[in-house]
């Protein structure tokens, strides 16, 4: 993946990794359980570990090898994906490198400890609270948004160029 047209690629997944990693390590120095206000309660601050998945899925005490696991799978397909994407799509390629660099990121907490991935942006919307969270998910999630967006784009331009389309709307 060093052609010229995807240098993109790995500088994003390098800066989501560093910055998760630094802002982990500044939680885990700074923060106790009790929540640091910054925006009233809409947005705190607040060590959390998760040791399931996004929202806090856990599949009992094995959550740690299997979220392990599917994460490795993960990044292998995410690096067929990025191998497969043409040189000049800059868009799937910094959507693909979101996405594994945040998997990276919560994969290296996974790996470091058994206490679970560190959370600490928590957001409370009224009543209805976020699952607390961490730069790498947002990386993920927005990455994942990014990467539905441009797949759904490609099968769209797909179907327009494709001869049976055409021929779908010449008939009666």
Same mark, same amino acid.
């Given at each position: #993946?060093?052609?010229? /047209?995807?240098?993109?690629?790995?500088?994003?997944?390098? *800066?989501?990794? +560093?910055?998760?990693?630094?802002?982990? &390590?500044? $939680?885990? %120095? #700074?923060? /106790?359980?009790? =929540?640091?206000?910054?925006?009233?309660?809409?947005?705190?601050?607040?060590?959390?570990?998760?040791? @399931?998945?996004?929202? @806090?899925?856990?599949?009992?005490?094995?959550?740690?090898?299997?979220?392990?696991?599917?994460?490795? *799978? $993960?990044? +292998?397909?995410? /690096?067929? #994906? $990025?191998? &497969?994407?043409? %040189?000049?799509?800059?868009?799937?390629?910094?959507?693909?490198?979101?996405?594994?660099?945040? !998997?990276? /990121?919560?994969?290296?907490?996974?790996?470091?400890?058994?206490?679970?991935? *560190?959370?600490?942006?928590? +957001?409370?919307?009224?009543?209805?609270?976020? =699952?607390?969270?961490?730069? !790498?998910? #947002?990386? *993920?999630?927005?990455? !994942?948004?990014?990467? $539905?967006?441009?797949?759904w784009q490609e099968g769209k331009d797909g179907e327009? !160029?494709?001869?049976? %389309?055409? %021929?779908?709307?010449?008939? =009666?």
């Amino acid at each position: #993946m060093a052609t010229a /047209g995807r240098w993109v690629f790995w500088p994003v997944v390098a *800066v989501v990794v +560093v910055l998760d990693l630094i802002t982990k &390590q500044l $939680a885990v %120095a #700074m923060l /106790g359980r009790v =929540p640091v206000y910054l925006l009233g309660e809409w947005l705190s601050l607040r060590l959390v570990y998760n040791r @399931g998945a996004a929202f @806090g899925i856990h599949v009992g005490e094995y959550s740690r090898v299997v979220f392990t696991l599917l994460a490795l *799978v $993960a990044l +292998v397909v995410l /690096g067929a #994906m $990025a191998r &497969q994407t043409k %040189a000049g799509d800059r868009t799937r390629l910094v959507a693909l490198a979101l996405v594994c660099g945040g !998997a990276v /990121g919560n994969l290296i907490d996974r790996l470091r400890t058994s206490r679970g991935v *560190v959370d600490f942006i928590d +957001v409370w919307i009224g009543s209805f609270h976020w =699952p607390t969270f961490n730069v !790498a998910d #947002m990386a *993920v999630s927005c990455g !994942a948004i990014l990467l $539905a967006v441009v797949l759904w784009q490609e099968g769209k331009d797909g179907e327009r !160029a494709s001869p049976q %389309a055409d %021929a779908a709307e010449l008939s =009666p």
